[in-house]
């Protein structure tokens, strides 16, 4: 994602024609690895690759850049057109299986790049990226194995996935591992202040704080909920409150009926309480996360009765996953911790 610019923005200005319609983490993607900042070692052995492209795992947290990394690579590679057709980006989450691996992998990997006089323009291959490799099948990642071993003359892989343990050891053997952190505080900051000045947004500091906070580190989902906020009170100054809006922030007061509900004892007012806060529309999972914390900050839990809401908190967060009740699992949640309160 477009998350990591250095403020000097050398990127060539996009029209108004061109842009205005644009998301912003579309309109603010790094056109070239020069734009990108955070991530310093990856950049320094990819501009040493150049010439002589290793196989690519691109892994680490969400909205860290791992996708507009490679893109701006291959930008640089071989250039704006020709990236039409040097290069193929998959998303394996939705074409996860052992076919598409067989049938388009396979058949991008060993096609011949068509035209010699491109070859004197840019390096003698073509990239795939597949995105979220976590979620390829056994199957799919097997398949894959031999594929990349087999075409790497005409064909250069770049995996990107979150989770590094979901890719079997021998596809991470054959890859040359990029780990990408988060982007600091002070990198956020410097970017979203970017944004706020190009696109004429008033705004509070403590509103870029809650914004960084609430984002944790995922300068993506940061850019994004700063987009939606500047719609949503378009002549305004962008508070934190605006920012809570929009993000989805469950009001203090509101956990805290919550965890008194609790501490009372009572099931009936347990669940009068939740299923009030659920009928004001707030995302289960985000009050279930907000509770936890205050849980973790209150003196009325010990070490022991805390690694037992923690447990149940993980065994809930699945259920909700799996796409189980919102109004069942915090029920379920704050019984679990009036339980343990003393």
Known sequence: MG????????????????????????????????????????????????????????????GTGKTS?????????????????????????????????????????????????????????????????????????????????????????????????????ALKSRCTLFRFKSIGTENMRNRLSYICEQEGINYYSEALDELIKDSQGDLRKAITWLNNASKLHKNDRITVDTIKETVGIVPDDIINDLIESAASKSYDKIQETVSNVIASGYFGKQIIEQVFLRVLQDLRFNENHKCNIGESMGIIDKRLVDGGSEFFQVLSLMCKISENMN
């Not at 024609?17 to 320094?44: M, V």
């Not at 076919?99 to 388009?104: D, K, L, N, T």
């Open 69 to 169: 990394t490679i893109l701006a690579l291959a930008r640089e590679l071989f250039g704006p057109e020709l990236m039409k057709s040097r290069v193929l980006e998959l998303n394996a989450s939705h074409e996860r299986g052992i076919g598409v691996i067989r049938e388009r992998v396979k058949n991008y990997a060993r096609s011949c790049i068509v035209s010699d006089s491109d070859r004197n323009k840019c390096p003698g291959f073509k990239i795939i990226i597949l995105d979220e490799a976590d979620s390829l099948t056994r199957d799919a990642q097997e398949a894959l194995r031999r594929i990349i071993e087999k075409y790497s003359e005409l064909t250069r892989f770049c995996l990107i996935c979150n989770q590094v343990s979901c890719i079997i050891p």
């Open 3 to 62: 998350s990591f610019f250095r403020n000097q923005d050398t990127r060539p200005k996009l029209t108004k024609d061109s842009s205005s319609c644009l998301p912003w983490i579309e309109k603010y993607r790094p056109k070239s690895l020069n734009n990108i900042s955070a991530q310093e070692e990856t950049l320094i052995t990819l501009n040493h690759s150049k010439d002589n492209l290793p196989h690519m795992l691109f892994y680490g947290p969400p």
